[in-house]
């Protein structure tokens, strides 16, 4: 294999379910980036929600942050391409899933804003205990949230929503997919992940391998959810994680182990440094 770029999901996928990155793991991260490798996280999550064990590493430059949303060059603090909800569709889609019992959220400007009515009860929506600090670190209390987007007209990066009702979950699927101006998503079992139509980890992955030059057969992606499937779909070579959803595997050209077995470990060792025994 040709490949000059591994893309890489953060949860369920590089991290464990502990949200920590193992030695193994890094090392062969590491491994990579010696031999000349892009390691690129490509995740749902905002710039500042990427852990530094995983930033800090020697040579990770670039990222795909909020679902395609937003791809920045951490080096020189640039964006490379960025593809968000207008303000006033954004409010729409507030004001939409505000009649159903739901918790939501939004990034703008790479800073998460949440009401404190969901702040503060994270318990009440489904939200596994792993994921609070995760949330809680990446959030800040705003108030009425629909009211903030309108008063400040600022772009919306992506809607965050999360349920305890995972029948309403499919509901809500349904109405917002009418929207042709949308992609919905999801990255865990219990959410929805509302971005511009044009904001996928498939189109970021494909503006940054342009930006760099490179050719998506020289790329090489990892993935568990449903908000990966246009990057493993993108990629010359995806990887689905053992853990993932049927789908992503269905669609991946090799399925690792879990994200608890080293599977990107695993992976990269036996298709990169072509170790028989991964």
């Known amino acids: 294999m040709d490949i000059k770029l591994i893309a890489l999901d953060m949860d369920g996928t590089l991290l464990n379910e ?24 490509a995740t749902g999550r905002i710039r500042s929600g990427i852990p530094r064990e995983v930033t800090g590493i020697p040579g990770i430059r670039y990222a795909v942050t909020v679902n395609g949303a937003v791809v920045v060059d951490v080096e020189q603090e640039t964006v490379i391409a960025e593809a968000k909800l207008s303000w006033e569709k954004a409010v729409g889609i507030l004001e939409t899933v505000s009649r159903y019992p739901v918790m939501y959220d ?53 809607i965050n929503l999360f349920f305890s009702d995972l029948e309403l979950r499919e509901q809500l699927r349904g109405i917002l997919k009418q929207d042709p101006a ?63 959803v049927d789908s992503l595997k269905a ?19 036996k298709f990169i440094f072509n170790k028989e025994e991964a």
């Open 18 to 41: 502990k949200k920590e990155l193992t030695p193994r793991t890094r090392n062969a991260l590491e491994r990579c980036i010696a031999q000349g490798i892009l390691v690129v996280p």
């Open 106 to 158: 939004c990034y703008i400007d790479g800073f998460g804003k949440i009401e404190p009515r969901f702040f503060r009860h994270l318990d009440r929506y489904g939200i596994a205990p792993n994921l609070w600090p995760l949330i809680k670190s990446t959030r800040e209390e705003t108030g009425d949230l629909i009211a903030y987007v309108r008063d400040n007209r600022k772009n919306v990066d992506k």
């Open 182 to 244: 949308v992609c919905v998503s999801s990255a865990v079992y219990n959410n929805l992940e509302i971005n511009d139509a044009q904001a996928t980890k498939g189109c970021g992955l494909r503006a940054l391998a342009a930006h760099l030059g490179l050719d998506v057969s020289q790329i090489m992606a990892f993935g568990d959810g449903e908000n990966d499937q246009t990057m493993i779909e993108a990629a010359g070579f995806g990887v689905a994680m053992g853990n993932a």
């Open 251 to 269: 669609a991946a050209d090799y399925v690792t182990l879990t994200n608890d077995e080293d599977g990107v470990a695993a992976a990269i060792e």
